[in-house]
Each structure stands twice: as structure tokens, then as C-alpha cells.
């Protein structure tokens, strides 16, 4: 088993959102913690072989588009009380594709823990770094938030969250 130590200037998470006025995009670096597993050749996981993982994001990184929004996000997540969003993969099997896996795990987010589910791609690059990249959809409600209002716009409750991690 080798342990991967996240790179957190050189990974980042960002938010997609949509509202009744605009798009919304909120963008973080300093992504930290580990990644377990055993890599096959640069492009392979060994799955025979138990994948484990734990990724958190400090809220106060989050930024929008502007200080209105980053503000409004930050009220709303009630960051000082709930100050970092964490990952963690339980579980990690073969996806449909070369270098894509199914991974299973929990999110905890405004202190509300949630499973989730979707597919990773992992690769290594030349130097031996695992990068590890993925989607997946949220409804924030499902975590006690209700979607933002920042005066006439109204943000819709279903958020895309796209990380690309190198460990």
C-alpha cells in the first residue's frame, strides 16, 4: 500500500451552480489529506487491494465570481462553525472505461455526512504523481442548506462539484 500525500496548491475543487440571473462558479486550491492504494503501471489501480481515502477543503477557501457571492456562500455554509468540507472513499472498483473507477464513500459538508457515489479517473504522470479527477451532483438541501438568495437571484439546489487531486 502506498500512501499519497495530497499536493493542496495543486489541487482544487470547483462548485458549479446555476441561478435564475447567471451561472455561478466558485473555485478553491489547498485541497488536503491521503490517498491508500497500489497503482499497476501508471494508469491501473490494484483493486485487489483495499483504496482508501480522506480529502477535506476549508471553507474560507471557497471564492465566486465576486465578494457579494463569496460572501452570501460563506453565510450560508455557515463556515465559521462548519469550517471544512471532507471526503472519504470506502470503497473503489472497476468503472466502464480504461483508468475510470467507481468510488464510494461519504461527504460530510455544514456537519451533515451523506453517502456518495460516482466515477474517478486515476492516472500517474511521468514524475510518479496520482492524479485523481471526478464529478458528481449535490442537492445542498439534503445537507440543511437552503439555496442562497443574494437579491433578486435565486440560486437552484442542485450543485456539480468537480475535483482534480494531485497526491
Not at 10 to 15: D, G, L, Q, R
Not at 125 to 149: A, C, K, N, S, Y
Amino acid at each position: 500500500m502506498t500512501r499519497y500525500g495530497i499536493v493542496a496548491d495543486a489541487s482544487e475543487v470547483v462548485i458549479d451552480a446555476r441561478s435564475n440571473v447567471h451561472p455561478i462558479h466558485q473555485r478553491a486550491r489547498g485541497v488536503d489529506g491521503y490517498i491508500d492504494l497500489v497503482m499497476d503501471g501508471d494508469v491501473s489501480v490494484d483493486l485487489a487491494q483495499p483504496a482508501t481515502a480522506e480529502i477535506s477543503l476549508a471553507t474560507d477557501r471557497l471564492v465566486g465570481g465576486n465578494s457579494l457571492e463569496t460572501r452570501e456562500l460563506r453565510r450560508r455554509i455557515d463556515a465559521r462553525n462548519h469550517p471544512t468540507i471532507t471526503g472519504r472513499l470506502d470503497e473503489l472498483r472497476a468503472g466502464d472505461a480504461p483508468g475510470t473507477y467507481v468510488a464510494r464513500g461519504t461527504v460530510t459538508f455544514r456537519g451533515e455526512s451523506r453517502p456518495a457515489e460516482d466515477v474517478l479517473r486515476i492516472s500517474r504522470d511521468g514524475q510518479g504523481r496520482l492524479h485523481v479527477e471526478g464529478t458528481h451532483e449535490f442537492d445542498i438541501r439534503e445537507f440543511g442548506m437552503e439555496p442562497p438568495r443574494v437579491l433578486v437571484m435565486r440560486v437552484e439546489p442542485v450543485v456539480r462539484i468537480r475535483i482534480h487531486v494531485v497526491a
